[in-house]
């Protein structure tokens, strides 16, 4: 364990539903982020928080909705999706520091839109 | 931005001998280079990093070499072994200007017997 734990592990959803994705740390770390990971774009940086603050936003399609109500916390609300939106969604965490840089990674969300 | 590439995109060696991973960054800001290693199924997981003040850095089996002019870095797996099979992915990143963390698009390394 990493100590970065995302939930649900699995997640089937039509393309009218509204679901989250959440990830929690307790290691302390100040910046957050959110990856998708498919086979086309292997590690696709999506957002970065840091210190609860929203640092990137990669040009992502407004159906993802970030939230990060406090440094331990990090939402993914998703809304209208699109099967080709079906990946591995991954958070990560990081000091957010210049001299502790290592991201943790949690075990991921597999979406599967329908 | 940061634009990260990275070569080649599969690998396959013989058990004993060595692999070369090799990336390229495009931002002479980058100052901070880490390797992960993500196995089937699990979450990518570091395994050794490089910053821009030192040109290599080796731990055990795993080195890694760091070209500032011409911004290129190399992961080195000497006497691979069967659970050295996983994806690898380099990343760059500039500690002191932001947090994000590029990735390259990862090299999945086979181990044959």
């Known amino acids: 364990e990493t100590g970065v734990t995302q939930t649900p592990r699995h997640l089937v959803m039509g393309m009218t539903n509204k679901k989250s994705l959440k990830c929690e740390q307790h290691?302390?770390?100040?910046?957050m982020y959110w990856y998708k990971q498919s086979a086309k774009k292997p590690l696709e940086l999506m957002f970065v928080?840091?210190?609860?603050?929203?640092?990137e936003n990669n040009s992502v399609p407004s159906r993802f909705s970030p939230e990060c109500p406090n440094s331990s916390h990090l939402f993914l609300h998703l809304h209208t999706l699109q099967p080709e939106d079906s990946a591995l969604y991954l958070c990560a965490s990081s000091h957010g520091d210049r001299e502790a840089f290592e991201a943790f990674f949690g075990q991921g969300t597999r979406l599967t839109v329908v | 931005g940061e634009n990260v590439e990275q070569h080649p995109s599969t690998l396959s060696v013989q058990e004993g001998d060595s692999a070369v991973i090799k990336c390229t960054y495009s931002d002479s800001a980058s100052n901070y280079f880490p390797w992960y290693k993500q196995e089937l199924g699990k979450r990518p997981q570091l395994i050794i990093d490089i910053r821009s003040n030192v040109g290599e850095k080796k731990d055990q089996r795993i080195a890694v070499t760091l070209n500032k002019t011409a911004k290129h870095f190399s992961l080195h797996i000497t006497e691979t072994q069967p659970e050295d099979s996983a994806v690898y992915f380099c990343?760059?990143?500039?500690?002191?200007?932001?947090?994000?963390?590029?990735f390259g698009k990862g090299t999945r390394l086979h181990i044959l017997p």
């Open positions: 290691l302390g770390h100040n910046a």
């Open positions: 990343a760059a990143s500039n500690s002191h200007r932001d947090d994000k963390i590029i």
């Open positions: 928080y840091n210190f609860k603050e929203q640092t």
